[in-house]
């Protein structure tokens, strides 16, 4: 086994959380939609798609109107702001603006925005667009945020990493209020990538299921507001401990063994001082990918023993498609509401057991069962593992 | 205060800081962009490999020798890696958004088969996780077997301000005894696309690599200030546009001149930050 770090974190509050999903505009409609079980996997219709095997993925089909101004071109961007505004309707920057940071995680930043570039001999504007760090600034800006504007890119574990940063800011005290999250639009280029890895499905995405082929993917924002313990008078929960790691092992496959990924799960539970016994709920990465879902398990069970058996494990990819830089930060939340209402959404998809993936899956139906502390994971290509230790309530 | 080990640079001037020109502007000679040739570490190992992560690979060679340090100590679990770029992703990004039509991969149990699909240039099957700006980090984690915290931020020489903030929280928070800060900036396969961007990067535009290793713990100056430091107006006045590598060039230029510590200021996009770094010294023979 790696040697893993000891060190504890101070937990930092989650005051709130916004969203922009497939599955609803906002958090509410976000929620619902998971604990009732919808489907927002669709055809793509904003892109061609004709000449991929796969066209379907989470696609969000309108955007209303933002709160104040227009619309950005940038999608991304426009994901973000409106991420934002639902955010604002919940919680109040109450912080000096120079004490305000902006942490956001993208695996693809304004790439949208280089194909326009390349189609449409631009000018400035769009190539600055097509900078990764483009929509961070635009969310910094409608904020009025002039603390650290900060873009992660460590691809799908993007959403889990910069909360991490965000919480480190607030341990520093190098601010006093964080918006972090994370943000990925579809779009031709992404399609067309992992269409010619040949790991989109084109079946249903069926997260630990016997039959699991692949995944789809998805497009949303997911934004929470960070504060340290003491400066929070309300909470949706807490961010105990986060970890990250690198798999050092291949550039677009996880290590079969999984090694990196317990390494940063054990680092993050250390860090949040918390032991497996202690542990309520699994929300999974859960691509649906056979390689993937079999070594979250085995990692899960090497890290939780025994009790790997008796915790809920879920994923939520099969109702809104893998979201990549949101994926994580959108899990995040699902955990904190599920400590909330004390259910836990059902892994839509999964029906046959596999031996490889023997763990409680929440088949079918969600599981009204009271969970406190929950672990969330997340991979990315690279390598990249990061893990989250959350605390659900105020 | 958290220590610099050594630092490895390569700029388009060539190796080490000692390569650089007095004055970048006047040695461009009107040249919008100062290019790196592609490193020769054109293995099996690398055959995929982008230009942007051999040039990773390189400085952080030149960054050993600096430190007369062996590859074995960056191994395993307790070295942080904290890579940062604004722009070195822009040539894969580039090629597959020019490319069409690759053939898809066939994959054996979760795996991509080796040798399937196609692999003319931006069309590859597997061109496309090169695309990610992780790609730069996930090369060097494999090739020095990292495995440690892992951060990947995205912007110019704030982010390798940020990235240095962020190391050095890793190493005093105790969840890393070593960090490695890299920044690679590549510019020629988009040199139209900055043109267009003047506001964000002035020229020449100097493609660079260059890393730090850092240990040590204490509290840390970082924030937001107005003014930029010497070290980055003589960074920039001897690289030229190199992005988030600039400060990690000052590193380099303090560690030349012999400094204990070196105070950086990078900006980018109207944000200026700082941080303060104790240096140890160079293990390198003088040149």
Request: net charge neutral; proline share 5%; aromatic share 4%.
């Given at each position: ?64 109107p ?10 991304a ?8 505004d ?10 000096d603006?120079?004490?305000?940071a902006?942490?956001v ?10 194909e ?5 001999a ?19 800006e ?10 992660v ?27 972090a ?39 949303a924002?997911?934004l ?24 050092g ?86 955990c ?25 899956y ?26 989250l ?6 | ?15 080490g ?57 960056l ?38 088969k ?174």
């Amino acid at each position: 086994m790696v040697p893993v770090s000891e060190a504890r974190l101070p937990a930092v509050a989650i005051v709130a959380a916004g969203v922009a999903t497939p599955l609803g505009p906002d958090l509410d409609s976000y929620w619902s939609g998971l604990v009732t079980g919808v489907d927002a996997i669709s055809g793509i219709e904003r892109f061609p798609v004709g000449d991929l095997r796969v066209g379907r993925g989470g696609e969000i089909k309108k955007l209303a109107p933002l709160r104040h101004g227009a619309p950005p071109r940038c999608r991304a961007s426009a994901l973000l702001l409106h991420a934002a505004d639902d955010l604002l309707s919940r919680a109040a920057l109450t912080a000096d603006r120079t004490r305000l940071a902006v942490v956001v995680g993208t695996a693809l930043g304004g790439v949208e925005e280089l194909e326009r570039a390349m189609e449409e001999a631009p000018g400035p504007r769009v190539a600055a667009a097509a900078l990764y760090d483009s929509p961070a600034h635009a969310l910094a800006e409608r904020l009025a945020a002039r603390g650290p504007v900060i873009t992660v890119s460590t691809a799908c574990a993007s959403g889990a990493t910069a909360m991490g940063v965000g919480a480190d800011l607030l341990n520093a005290d190098a601010a006093d209020l964080v918006v972090a999250g994370g943000y990925d639009v579809l779009c031709r280029f992404v399609m067309r990538g992992f269409d010619a890895l040949r790991s989109l499905t084109r079946e249903r995405v069926r997260p630990f299921d016997r039959r699991r082929s692949g995944l789809l993917l998805g497009e949303a924002a997911g934004l929470v507001l960070l504060a340290r313990e003491r400066d929070a008078s309300s909470r949706l929960g807490r961010l105990l401990g986060h970890a990250s790691s690198s798999d050092g092992s291949h550039i677009a496959a996880p290590d079969p063994e999984g090694r990196g990924l317990e390494h940063a799960l054990r680092g993050a539970m250390a860090a949040a001082g918390v032991g497996a016994r202690d542990v309520d709920f699994v929300s999974a990465h859960g691509t649906g990918t056979p390689l993937n879902d079999r070594i979250e398990t085995a990692v899960l069970k090497r890290v939780l023993g025994a009790r790997a058996y008796d915790v809920p494990v879920n994923s939520i990819k099969a109702a809104l498609g893998h979201t990549m830089g949101a994926a994580a930060t959108l899990e995040a939340i699902m955990c904190l509401l599920a400590a909330r209402d004390r259910v836990v959404p059902s892994t839509l998809g999964y029906e046959e057991p596999d031996p490889a993936c023997d763990l409680d899956y929440v088949p079918r139906v969600p599981r009204h069962v009271r969970t406190r502390v929950s672990l969330s994971t997340s991979l990315g290509f690279g390598g990249c593992n990061a893990v989250l230790v959350l605390e659900g309530g105020g | 205060m958290t220590r610099v080990r050594g630092v490895g640079v390569r700029t388009g001037w060539g190796e080490g800081v000692a390569a650089l020109p007095a004055d970048a502007v006047a040695s461009a000679h009107g040249r919008r962009v100062i290019a790196l040739a592609r490193p020769a570490l054109d293995g099996d190992r690398f055959r995929r490999a982008t230009r942007e992560c051999l040039l990773g690979v390189v400085a952080v060679e030149a960054m050993l020798r600096d430190a007369g340090l062996t590859r074995d100590v960056l191994s395993g679990s307790r070295t942080a890696l904290v890579y940062v770029t604004a722009a070195a992703y822009g040539a894969s990004n580039r090629l597959f958004v020019g490319a069409d039509g690759a053939s898809p991969a066939r994959t054996e149990g979760g795996l991509i088969k080796e040798g399937s699909g196609s692999v003319r240039p931006g069309g590859g099957t597997l061109h496309f996780p090169y695309t990610a700006p992780s790609a730069v980090p996930a090369e060097l984690a494999i090739e020095y077997s990292l495995r440690g915290g892992y951060v990947i931020l995205v912007g110019g020489a704030t982010a390798a301000i940020d990235a240095l903030w962020q190391a050095s929280t890793l190493l005093t928070s105790g969840r890393a005894e070593r960090a490695l800060v890299l920044a690679v900036e590549t510019f020629a396969e988009c040199e139209d696309l900055w043109a267009r961007g003047r506001w964000a990067a002035r020229g020449p535009l100097v493609e660079a690599a260059a890393c730090a290793l850092l240990d040590g713990a204490g509290d840390l100056a970082y924030g937001a200030v107005e003014e930029a430091a010497p070290l980055e107006t003589l960074a920039a006045r001897r690289a030229g546009e190199t992005l988030a590598c600039g400060p990690l060039i000052g590193l380099g230029l303090a560690r030349e001149a012999g400094a204990a510590e070196a105070r950086l200021t990078g900006h980018w996009r109207g944000r200026r930050t700082t941080v303060t770094l104790a240096l140890c010294e160079s293990r390198a023979p003088a040149h």
